[in-house]
Structure formats: structure tokens, C-alpha cells
């Protein structure tokens, strides 16, 4: 807690060379980004609109000098003057009165410098930011990532457009500190087998050590005081636990760090004991000769208890992370919590995430899997990459590991597969398990995901052989579904903010439909993510945009609905469902999002809460669609993933076609264990020769209507073309 | 280089406590173990014949204290004394004059002690040993060994007694030093892209840093001068290469240190480039959603030149480590390099090797899969136990690292497998990977074996569904088959060695036949390793003694022949067969090796040593017995794993049925380019009626007899009753 901190006025202009001086400065925002200053000063209209975007993309080469003049509080002998800054993104250096006193590369790394006897007044504080760094040889792309430590989604994704943020992006501010000060506090926890007890050790490095008594004072989540203690060991005996949502209360205490008796620090501190187990009956397979190893552990085990993660991929929220802050994280994060989301899983094409998006997962309970930033490439750099990488890792690793929130580390996205190329001999893996075994080695460390077991995709309603999620997962036996896709498109009234009013329907090519991943985003499929094809499969022809829409979320929520669900019923092979993804940076026309920018649920974000209920009714269908006159047919189970049992009970199940209602039978099913599933009898009957287009099936506990459960299916009456069932261009 | 080293006289004597002293002591050998010189002392027979061995276990639980009166010899102000110890098994402290000066837990820790001002003659040196370590609450077996990091094989094995050696197992010696002497030197070099260059950089430490000048010279393999310098980077261009066996010449160049200009310090250069890389066509896999990873890679490229490797599991060559010196291990590696391997994996049940290992290794070009001392237990200790781990894996990393034989590290053996329970997530293994890095990251380093797409198995030549190595591998399709057994009896000459007459034949429990591996060995066999049931199914009841070896040899040298012939047909998918397993630590009745104990073959290494030419023809056949009329096939092929081409030529087939010569077919084979397989015919024929009980397929290459191959099937006549197919109880 420093004394005093004082924001500082900048300004950034661009330049040619490194050492130029810019020909014009801009007013600079802090935290920020150098293309949203620079726009902002040239009134460009908002990047998210349209294809507005396009502009910043040429920004992204140049040099930007940003320059504040410095303007220091005067102190007394006892105190000194530091320059902290949280991040600069990517490669910079720093000059003081025209002297370079800081290079670093990476934007993970914060940095401080001391000023007392260095600066005066009047002198100009400049950082000069790097262009964006792209690998020699590489087409535009996020291949241009893979030899820095730089988010590579910013370089172009199939659900994030190019434009590659520059500047500092974190706070910057110049601060008051007593001479004695805290320059680092590090809390390790140890909990013993029966979590009767947790012992602590702070690790305290002051700026003078021995200079003043460092004390310490552990609060109860109440604030009651637990404990006090002028020594860094620290005992707690009976510790309430941290628990993750839906399993007890994300109990926090708070350590306070006392310089002189006086408070010089406080952070929360969960005690919580995270590891990675093997499933029961794992250990049975592989079976026979010749025989290969077992399948890495998935499922999360917490202060003792097996859990069922249930969540989703984060992603940026915004394509400039220098805009991100707590209230961009909070309403994001109580829509994962209010969805009963445990896990999210911080996928490794984008950023790291900040100080708040950690703090808010650590008090409502949301587990984080949270990736180092390699996501789709051969991170095979060595000397100068390895440097870097290093070192960024050790500035995440440090930070984050203060969380209890934080379940485990992950290398970064889909490396082991054929787009990355990488493998277990990687040496960038092979030091992030380095890393994280010398600073945090009581959290597990996978090397990336999909690991063997676990599995990614697909990422449509109806892939080229016209199977359905019903299909595909319900054949699938993996440990983990840690993505999973279901695109739909986004509401009417949304894409009216940011599609010109001309191109919203039909829906086309050359459009912000394709600029905003409407069309053409994914390349294994050139109707992604609207999927009219797939919508027209079911539908027919949509004759308007609401129509259209209508149908098309109607998939992604039956998609993810079935999805969850049948994850959910592979229990306890399976234990982790994480669909692809929670949010977006910016706005889309289609995507597999639940939540569209900044934080606005989609329908499908209230099917997936619904299937996501610790405890519900639930039904195996075996399609989506059905002709007239066909038999209907589905399981029933009764899920449980809550830490308490579930009571008998009776459940009916009933279609309701055009309103009429037809019971088809009723199930008395037993009492369920804390965490185990019921399954229960496969239902039939003869689908009525109608005109309905959809049709509901229900299911009814009797007397628990918050275990109820609805999904709606398609009846066609065969007049959609054959020809439908495999790819074809749109709009040809 | 020492200026004088002086053995010592040592004696050893049990107690039961650490701060007893014995009551008698016996003359030690040093090396040695403490076992040996107690039953040298004691007229013990051999611990090697009959069951005579059960007399030495007792002697695991004692403490043992060594102790040498110190004669110093008279040294000048400029000189210094030494007490140099190569490794003490396992837990031990060391006294000087009554007064500890060193403790230490872990044998592959070299350690010494300078005496110059401490010691004088006439004082005792005394090292105790305490008891083998055995982790509480276990069983008497391996898991005893899980919290320690001795080789657990002591502990018991299905072909190893259990019998845990004690005592100082490495040279131990006085010396006299120089003030000015080296006290470590490590050479590191990278080779270039293209190989035309190698830097190396030699990191030396002297007792007086800074006092002498240290110079450099390298000489050319032909012991000409290369480079000489007095700084410690030197740059090598066009270095010549170390290869492996059948690849090029294993060139070793010689490094000398100097100080002040005399030679200090000599070693072996090999320069090589080793990683592990996907095969051909493995990152097409896995194929569809849901995906998982691709499998990790295992083909060694050695200088950029991908390899088949071909040889065996290497376990420890005597039961005592005390007992190996280099004449141990030259005879035994001359086999492996006569049997056309160039790969051995020295399996993690045993000890890591000593220096000449490596040294003729490096010399034969045999690469080394070197393991750390992790097999088949759950590793799990923390504090303690991964603090000697630390400790022992560096000591192992760092002598190793230099010879151009290590091809990879391994933690341990199927610790990812039921039977150990390790995961991924295992602090072991996390540590084990850590160090590797840190030490020798440019050399592969795998966490276990068998990895995904790596498989161990099956170790009969007729499982319990009756299916023999025809079929099971014929139908596998694995990377890396680095572990498959095919169990022979030894031969009857040599049985006659260790088994008492009276209990040569029959073949029964209770005798040394058990004792040494024969019946009851492996728990998920009762027959093994003789396999007396399988020899009846294909033969009948042997009556006599040279019957039932014969057979048995026979069925191991067909098996070992098939497997080693289909993985390399299987190339490049896989890319790797390693029997289990090469040598033996004393003699067995039987067992899945290929040189009996110390180093005499059995006829399956002749089979195996025909199976490994690297280039030659080769047979698939379905099964191993056929029934007489029955129609006989087999896919004809021409292996070249060599890396240069095979002229075009013409391969002839026939069978040799009691004499008489059956010509199937010809075949008129292309060029084969380097590395490369050609697949030819399938032929057949009607087997005729008779009465023999073997036939043989021939394959003869026209003017190449160097390549032709034969193979030794049965014919049946349907006298073996089908209730032989299942496994039941021998002799009962």
C-alpha cells in the first residue's frame, strides 16, 4: 500500500524507427491500447461496427513512443519515488530524460523503477512500444505468433478479426513509497490429509530487510482475527475450506502483512487442496497385450471430493485487453456462476487474464483451468523465445498461483494436434512443467488439451456425414469434453448494431455477415457459423431475419442442451463438460458463444444453465429429428453432480405436439447418492402423421418443479432435399 | 588425474544398531557388497546354485560399519589427500576418527573428502551402512522399495531373487592431488543445422579458481590434434559424426584439459544430434470429432536420419552392482552389437550403469535409453523422497549426459500402467523432466514406458486364448514395442550348473526350477517361465530333459524371430522392438532372455541376431502350427533397415518338409531405397500328409545369401487334447 499513487498524463504518437521522434502525439489513455488512442484522436467510428475494423490494421507495424512529463510529489527523507507499471504490451523500452532505462519483451511482466535520485520534474517519462512482433516467413496469421509470447488470437481467428493491440495495458503510475516497503509477499499453504489443518508460510521480501519488524495477521472470512504472529509460519487449525460453486461456500480468509505494526499488504487466502485423479475404472484399461499406458487423469478432485466440472472456454472479452477491467469481468462472471458453472477453462490463444477476473472467480466459487498464452502453432523457438517464455511464465505463475480459484495449469491449446505440431518433447512445454513444479507444484500441470482420453469438437449441429450431437456424443467415450461447439446466431435486435441495416438479410458473403464470422469464418466449413444450410436441413427456407435466427438458436440450444446432458450421464468416465465458448471479444453475427459482447446471454445460455443444474431430470434422445408416423424414442436419467443425495421420487414423462399431451410413462425412481446419476427406462411411442414443425418432450418430477426438464425436437415431413446432407457453397 | 591413487584395506562387520561396533569383522571387498564378504567369510556356497541364496536375505536388516586404518602417504606443501568414493549403497554416514563427517541417502552420489588437514594416518575411516530401506506397512516385495530410490528388482522379481545388496559398490580409494586440480569438467557442445559445425563449450571448476591457467585441446579420432585453445568455446567444423551401429562409424574425438600446461583431464566427444519424432503419417491421427492428441513421438532421428531401433532391454547383468566392472559388460555388449542392435533400454528396475558401460557403448555405437530407477510402484513420497531424487537424478544427469550413447531418459518403468498407479501429475516424474531440462534439455526425455501408441507385452508364445505372437502382433499396431517376451528354458549343459541333479526332471515346484524362474514365476502364468503346457501343446510330453529344452528353445527363437520381423514390417508406424529382455543377473531355469548369465547365448539370440540384420528377407506367416493337409501361407517381404539401397534381385520360396525341398514361388524384388521395405507375394501351398513334426520355410535370395532367411513351423497331427488351452496348475 503505497503512500501515495498518482496517475500521470500521457501521450503516444507513431514512428517509423525506434529512434524517432513521433511528428505528432495524441492523448493517450493508460491502461489502454495505441490504435484505440489514435482513433479516437482521428474519430474514426467504433472498430466493432461493420468493417471498420479494417483501419487498425495498419497500425500494427509502426513504433509507438508514448511520453509523460513527470511532475513529483515532493517526500520526505523516509520515502521514495517509483515508476509501477503493470504491463506494456509487447516489446518496449523505457526513457528517462532521453536514457534508456528498461528493455524488456513480453506484457505479463510487470516492472517498477525507482526514481527518487534518478529523475527530476520537468523530465519526460517515455516508453517507445514495439511494432507487433510477427515470425520471418509466416502469411498473415496467427502462424506470425509462434515465436513470441503474444496472444495469438489477435493475429486473426475464425471468431476474432486481425487487429493486433499495441501499448500499455495495464495501470502505470508513479508512487509514493516509504523507504521501507514491501517488494514482494508470496503465501504457500500446505493442508494435511484430513484438512484439520492448514499450515501457512508468507514469504516477505521488504526493500531493506531487517530494517523494520514484518508482522502478520490471518482474519476469518467473517473478519473475525484467526491468528497473529510475528513469525511467517503460520498454523490454522479447523480452516474453513474454499469449495467451488455448488459444493459449499468459497470461504476466503484475509492475510494482512504488517511493516512496524503498521498495514503494508492484504490479500485473500482460500485454503483448498486441488489435484487431478484417475476415474473409477481407469485403471482397468488399458486391457490385454500388448499393452499401452492408461489415460492421464481429468476429473478434478477438491479438498477430497470428486467433482463434475461444468463449464466453458473463456475467451477475450475484448480485442484490446487494455480495456478489460473488474466491471468488464463481473457481469461476464456471474452469468458462468448464475449458469451453475464451476470450471472455466481460459483458453491460450488469448491473454492471460488480470488481477480481477481472479478475484471475482475466488468469491463466487468459479474454478479457473488458466492456459499459458500457445495456442495452434509450433512454438519452437529456443534461445531468445525460451528467454522470454520464461520469464513470463514465472511472472503468470507467481501471480496467479495466490488464487483459489486457480484448479490447474494447462501448456495452451490443442498443441498435440496436427495444426500445432508440437509435442511432449517440446522444450517451450517442457519448461512451463519446469515452471510450474518450482513455483506451484501442489497444482496440477497438464501440457495441453486434448490430452489422450480428452477431446475437442466438433463444433456444428450436423457435420459432413449428417450426424448430430446426439450422434457424435452419444457414441464418443472420452474423460473429458473440454470444447465442444454448437454455433447459433446472434439475436435480431444485436445484429442490428453492428450490421448495416442493407446486408442483414438475406444473409451474404462480402458482408459484415462474413467479417462478423457470420459466413465463411471456420474453413473446415464454409457456412460457419450461420449454418443456413444446416438451419435449411430442418427448416426449409427461412423467409425472414427473424425467422432465420429463430431456427438457428433453437439448434445451438438443443445441441448444447443434449451435449451437457449426455457429458453429464458418461459420469464418472466422463467428468468435465467445457463447451466452446462462454463469450466473445466483440460482437458476432454467428459464433458458439453462449454470452454475446459485452454480456448478453443468448438463448442457448439458458438451455446450458438448465442442463447444467447440479440436479435435474434428463433425456436421451437418439436424433433431433423425426418424419410423421416414426417411432420416438428416449432414456431417462435423473442427474446428480450435487455434494448431497437426491429423494425418491416419481417422474412423468409426456410429449407435448401441438399442444396436445401424451404421457408416456411414469418413473418412480430411487433415492440417489450424493454425485451418482439414476438411469431410468427408455420411453416409446409412435409419433402422430401431423403438420407440427417441432414438437416437446417433458419431463415432470412430482412435486420438484425445479428438476423438470423440456427439450423440443423437429418432425419433417420429407420435403427437404437430399442434397442437403452435404457441404455445398452458400449463396452460389 | 590424480598423482597417486591408493587402494585401501578394508574390513566390514554387522550391528544391530547405528552406534554399535561389530563384534567380528571380516575382510571387505571394495567394490563389493557387504552380503559377499559375510558369506566369503562364513564358507557360504555360492548364492547363485540351487536355493543357497535364501541364506543371504537375512542379512538386509543390519547395520554394517566398514572400516580402513589410513596409511597417508608423505605429501608436499603443494599437494593435497583425498578420500574418493564412487557410491556407497544405500544410506550410509561416514567417521573419521570416531567423528561424523558425511552423511547421505542414495547410491548413485559419488562423494569425497579431503583429509590433508584433517586426517592422519593411523586414524580409522569408518562408513556405516544402515539397513536396506523398505517403505512401512508393505509387503515383502518391490512396493518396499517405493519411497527410496534404490532399484526396486532387489526387492523380487518374476526372474530376479530377492536379495538386496548393501555396501560400498563403486571404487573407493585414497588419493593424492595436485593443490590446483579439476574438480569438475563438463563438456557441452550444439551442432549446427546442417552438422558442419559443433560448438562446444567446456565448463571446468578447479579447487583454487583462478590460480592455474586452463587450456583446451581436442583431438580428431585418429588422435591428430584438431583445436587447441586456451578459452573454453571451441568451434569444430566439419566435425565427423557419432553414429550408430549400421549407420556410419561411432567417431569419438578426445577432449584434455589442461592445467598449466599438463594434461588434467581426458574424455571421449561424440558429436550426434538425437531427438524423438512423429512417424510418417502420425499427425493424420486422430482422425474425426470428438479429437483427441495425436500420439507422442518415438522414432529416434539420429543426425537428422530417422531410424528403426532394433535390440533389447538391458537389465542388470549381476545381482550384486558391486560385482560389474567393465569386463562385465564388454562381453555382454559385443553380443548386443553382434546381434546387429543399436539400441538398448537400460530399464528402470535396476541400477543406472557405471561409467564403462556407457564408455563401451559409446565405443560400439549402442544408443541408450537410460532410465532412472523407477519401476512398477507408485512413487509417490514427497519431502524426503523427492529430495534425494533431486539429489540422485543429477548425479545420474550429469555423468551420462556426456556420451554420445545416451539416446534418451526415462523416468521409470510403466509407472503410467495399473500396477503403479502413477500419473502425469506425479511429483517424480515432474521432477525427474525438470532436471532433465535443466541438465540435458537437447536430449529426448520420456516419463515412462510404454507411452500412448507404445504398448509392452504379451511375455508367452501362447496366451490364454491360445493366441501366439503371430497374431497378436500381426494385429497390432503400435509406435514402439519396447518390451515383448518370448520365455526359453537354458540349456541342459548349463541347467546342470545351478540345478541339483536330483532335480533336473521332470521340471517341478518346489525346487530350483522355482527358485530360479522357472515354474510359478510371473503371477499372471503359473507355468512360467518354462511354459511346459504350451511346449505340450505343440510337441506332446517330452521325455526327456533335452527334449523339452530343445522344444521350448525353439518355440522362444520362432517367437522372438516373428515379433522382431513384424515390427519392422510395420515401419514407419512403428519404429522400435525391444525384447524383454537381454541378459540375466544369475542363472534361470528359464526366462524371456537371450544370454544366459554371465554372458553365454541361448539359440533364440541367434534367431533374434538373424531377425536384426539389418537387411534381409523375411516371412509373415499366420499362425505357428498347422494341421497336416492343411494349406499353409505366408506374406513374403524384404526388410532393409539400412541406410543405403538394395539392388534389385530375385528371392526364391520354398519349404523343406522332412527333406524334401517344395518350391511356392518367386520373386522378382524392385531396388528398396534406403530405410525403406519392400512387400512382396503371398504364397501358398497344400501342406502334404505326414508325419514329421517340423517344416521349413526358406527364403533365398539368388547370388545374396547373406539375406536369406528360414523359419521352423509345426505340424500337428491333432493329437493335442483341447483342454491344453487354458492355463491350469503343472504338476498337479
Not at 13 to 34: I, K, L, Y
Not at 156 to 185: F, K, S, T
Not at 454 to 481: K, S
Not at 631 to 643: G, H, K, M, Q
Amino acid at each position: 500500500m503505497p503512500k501515495l499513487v498518482q496517475s500521470l498524463l500521457w501521450e503516444v504518437g507513431p514512428v517509423e524507427n525506434a529512434e524517432d521522434t513521433p511528428g505528432v502525439f495524441v492523448p493517450a489513455e493508460v491502461p489502454g491500447a495505441v490504435q484505440l488512442d489514435w482513433a479516437r484522436a482521428q474519430g474514426w467510428p467504433e472498430y466493432w461496427v461493420a468493417d471498420h475494423f479494417r483501419a487498425y490494421q495498419g497500425l500494427e507495424d509502426f513504433h509507438w513512443r508514448y511520453r509523460t512529463r513527470l511532475e513529483l510529489p515532493p517526500v520526505s527523507g523516509d520515502e521514495r519515488h517509483y515508476f509501477v507499471c503493470g504491463g506494456v504490451d509487447y516489446r518496449f523500452r523505457v526513457l528517462l530524460a532521453g536514457n534508456v532505462v528498461h528493455e524488456q519483451e513480453g506484457m505479463f511482466t510487470p516492472f517498477e523503477l525507482e526514481l527518487t535520485l534518478r529523475a527530476k520534474s520537468g523530465d519526460w517519462l517515455e516508453i517507445l512500444v514495439f511494432p507487433a512482433p510477427k515470425a520471418a516467413l509466416e502469411p498473415e496469421g496467427r502462424a506470425q505468433a509462434r515465436l513470441s509470447n503474444k496472444p495469438p488470437v489477435s493475429y486473426g481467428w475464425d471468431w476474432h478479426p486481425r487487429l493486433i493491440p499495441l501499448g500499455i495495458w495495464q495501470p502505470a503510475a508513479l508512487e509514493v513509497r516509504a523507504r521501507v516497503h514491501l517488494r514482494q509477499v508470496d503465501v504457500h499453504y500446505r493442508l494435511n490429509e484430513d484438512f484439520s489443518e492448514a499450515r501457512l508460510s508468507v514469504d516477505v521480501v521488504t526493500s531493506e530487510p531487517g530494517a523494520a519488524a514484518v508482522t502478520f495477521r490471518l482474519f476469518e472470512p467473517d473478519g473475525r482475527l484467526a491468528l497473529e504472529s510475528s513469525a511467517p509460519d503460520l498454523v490454522l487449525t479447523a480452516p474453513e475450506l474454499w469449495w467451488p460453486a455448488g459444493e459449499g461456500r468459497a470461504a476466503l480468509y484475509t492475510l494482512e502483512v504488517l511493516i512496524d505494526g503498521v498495514p503494508a499488504h492484504r490479500q485473500k487466502v482460500g485454503f483448498r487442496r486441488i489435484r487431478l485423479i484417475m476415474h473409477p475404472g481407469a485403471w482397468r484399461e488399458p486391457a490385454g497385450f500388448p499393452k499401452s499406458r492408461s489415460e492421464p487423469p481429468i476429473t478434478l478432485e477438491v479438498n477430497g471430493r470428486a467433482i463434475f466440472a461444468r463449464g466453458s472456454n473463456w475467451v477475450c472479452p475484448e480485442i484490446f485487453p487494455g480495456l478489460i477491467s473488474a466491471e468488464t469481468y463481473r457481469p461476464l462472471l456471474e452469468l458462468a456462476h448464475a449458469a451453475h458453472f464451476n470450471l472455466l477453462r481460459t483458453w491460450g490463444g488469448a491473454i492471460v487474464n488480470s488481477e480481477p477476473f481472479y478475484e471475482i472467480c475466488d468469491e463466487l466459487g468459479l474454478l479457473v483451468w488458466t492456459e499459458f498464452p500457445l495456442a495452434c502453432n509450433r512454438y519452437d523457438g529456443e534461445g531468445e523465445y525460451l528467454r522470454v517464455l520464461d520469464q513470463e511464465s514465472r511472472s503468470i505463475i507467481r501471480r496467479v498461483r495466490q488464487h483459489p480459484s486457480l484448479a490447474l495449469w494447462c501448456g495452451g491449446n490443442e498443441l498435440f494436434n496436427a495444426w500445432s505440431g508440437m509435442t511432449d518433447q517440446s522444450l517451450a512445454l517442457r519448461l512451463l512443467n519446469k515452471n510450474c513444479y518450482e513455483l506451484d507444484r501442489d497444482t496440477p500441470f497438464i501440457a495441453t488439451a486434448p490430452l489422450g482420453g480428452m477431446a475437442h469438437g466438433d463444433y456444428r449441429f450436423r457435420d459432413e456425414h449428417g450426424r448430430e450431437p446426439f450422434q457424435i456424443f452419444g457414441a464418443a467415450h472420452n474423460t473429458a469434453y473440454s470444447e465442444f461447439g454448437c454455433p447459433g446466431p446472434s439475436s435480431v435486435d444485436y445484429l442490428k448494431t453492428f450490421i448495416p441495416e442493407a446486408e442483414l438479410f438475406p444473409p451474404k458473403l462480402g458482408t459484415a455477415w462474413e467479417t462478423h464470422h457470420g459466413l465463411g469464418a471456420w474453413e473446415m466449413e464454409p457456412g460457419t457459423w450461420l449454418c443456413q444450410q444446416t438451419i435449411e436441413h430442418y427448416f426449409g427456407p427461412s423467409r425472414t431475419l427473424e425467422e432465420l435466427v429463430e431456427r438457428g438458436q433453437l439448434l445451438q440450444s438443443e445441441g448444447y442442451r443434449f451435449i451437457f446432458e449426455e457429458a453429464r450421464r458418461q459420469k464418472p468416465v466422463c467428468s468435465m463438460a467445457l463447451n466452446w465458448c462462454f463469450n466473445e471479444p466483440w460482437p458476432s453475427a454467428a459464433n458458439n458463444n453462449l454470452v454475446s459482447w459485452p454480456h448478453r446471454p443468448k438463448p442457448a445460455y439458458y438451455a446450458v444453465q438448465a442442463a447444467c443444474r447440479p440436479v435435474l431430470s434428463s433425456a436421451r434422445a437418439p436424433k433431433f429429428s423425426f418424419q410423421p408416423g416414426e417411432s420416438f424414442e428416449a432414456e431417462v436419467w435423473l442427474l446428480n453432480d450435487s455434494p448431497g443425495p437426491v429423494a425418491a421420487g416419481s417422474l412423468e414423462v409426456s410429449l407435448d405436439i401441438g399442444g396436445r399431451r401424451l404421457v408416456l410413462a411414469s418413473w418412480a425412481f430411487p433415492e440417489l447418492l450424493a454425485n451418482q446419476n439414476a438411469r431410468g427406462p427408455t420411453v416409446r411411442c409412435d409419433l402422430p402423421n401431423g403438420v407440427e414443425r417441432t414438437f416437446q418432450l417433458l419431463l415432470q418430477v412430482s412435486g420438484r418443479p425445479t428438476l423438470d426438464s423440456q427439450y423440443t425436437f423437429v418432425l419433417q415431413n420429407g420435403r427437404v432435399p437430399s442434397a442437403a446432407l452435404g457441404p455445398r457453397p452458400l449463396n452460389a
